[in-house]
């Protein structure tokens, strides 16, 4: 059976200190065909070939699978630039063999159960940043993967096992008193309308973004912790 692991925020090679043998142990007993989600900020696709190359190089040395949704602190224009491809019913971006980008919007059937990606969130760090740098408007979903992640939930009747975003739908983030709760945006709005409007039917809602460890009701806030699913 394929086992799923997923945890938060790794920045590149700044928080991938969990996933090392000494703190993930599970990791000894698994192959290429189990995997580990990261809940986004990811980094280790930064347009810096030295860098990417040894973070991309580390994650396939690693014996499993790596997926990861992309949150605000990522270079979106060199995601962007890989080729789509079609991956277990929805579109990826292929970095390596085994590290793959879940892009936003898709449903995902892994091992008989589905997984509902949208990634991207709001830099409230950006005024410190430079567009195209180091940071990019791209961390915000275009209308078209809004409307194309609302058609892939409708074609399962909006009901998926689990959804893996960056930030938390508003009303939720609020609730569980997180640092940038009180930052709407079009991201947060539409994660909330997933609930208030569309009635998504989920087991569980998984995210990263806020540094915290913490769980309310099915939603799960996760960065230090690398939790099986």
């Not at 090679?13 to 580990?36: A, I």
């Not at 950006?126 to 961390?139: D, I, L, N, Q, Y």
């Not at 539409?190 to 769980?215: K, M």
Request: charged fraction near 30%; proline fraction near 1%.
């Amino acid at each position: 059976m394929t086992r799923i692991f997923i945890t938060g925020d790794t920045h590149g090679d700044y928080d991938w200190n969990k996933l090392n043998t000494t703190y993930f142990t599970e990791q000894k007993q698994l192959t290429k065909d189990d995997y580990v989600i990261i809940a986004g900020d990811f980094g280790g696709v930064w347009g810096m070939d030295r860098t990417d190359k040894y973070i991309i190089k580390t994650y396939e040395n690693r014996n499993f699978t790596t997926l990861f949704v992309d949150g605000n602190h990522e270079n979106h224009d060199a995601l962007d630039r890989y080729p789509v491809e079609e991956w277990h019913g929805g579109k990826i971006h292929r970095i390596s063999d085994t590290v793959i980008h879940l892009m936003r919007g898709q449903v995902y059937e892994i091992d008989g159960r589905t997984f509902f990606t949208m990634g991207g969130a709001q830099s409230t760090d950006k005024m410190c940043r430079k567009e195209g740098v180091s940071w990019w408007a791209r961390e915000i979903p275009s209308d078209e993967e809004f409307d194309e992640a609302i058609r892939n939930l409708e074609k399962h009747d909006f009901k998926v096992n689990y959804i893996v975003t960056h930030c938390a739908p508003e009303n939720y983030a609020f609730y569980m008193q997180m640092e940038y709760s009180r930052k709407f945006n079009r991201l947060t709005e539409f994660l909330s309308s997933l609930i208030t409007e569309y009635n998504v039917d989920f087991d569980g809602w998984y995210f990263g973004h806020y540094h915290e460890d913490t769980n309310f009701d099915k939603f799960h806030c996760l960065y230090q912790r690398v939790i099986e699913i």
